[in-house]
């Protein structure tokens, strides 16, 4: 099993930027498909962006344009660019790395908090 931790979160005024990392261990980083998911108060958790192994990326529809995800295989790390951030994206994020049998792990989560 992977383990992942994030790290990155904070406080940014509305219209900043903030970079996420989730550092995973173990072994074959590369076969997982890795994502990031938030959750505010009071909602469900959501999927925010996810990129597979071999580099295909998705996103939500209220982040398109705005975050970027992406891997580096090699540090075993993945990354959320986020700009333009408003205060409906405040919420805890979460790494989650799911191998290709469909097995789930999870991080602890980082609280982004947009504000001004």
């Known amino acids: 099993q992977v383990q992942l931790v994030e790290s990155g979160g904070g406080l940014v005024q509305p219209g900043g930027s903030l970079r996420l990392s989730c550092a995973a261990s173990?072994?074959?980083?590369?076969?997982?498909?890795m994502g990031w998911y938030r959750q505010a108060p009071g909602k469900q958790r959501e999927l925010v962006a996810s990129?597979?192994?071999?580099?295909?990326?998705n996103y939500a529809d209220s982040v398109k344009g705005r975050f970027t995800i992406s891997r580096d295989n090699a540090k075993k790390t993945v990354y959320l660019q986020m700009n333009s951030l408003k205060p409906d994206d405040t919420a805890v994020y979460y790494c989650?790395?799911?191998?290709?049998?469909?097995?789930?792990?999870w991080g602890q989560g980082t609280q982004v908090t947009v504000s001004s």
């Open positions: 990129i597979s192994s071999g580099g295909s990326t």
């Open positions: 989650k790395a799911t191998d290709p049998f469909m097995r789930g792990n």
């Open positions: 173990g072994s074959s980083f590369s076969i997982y498909t």
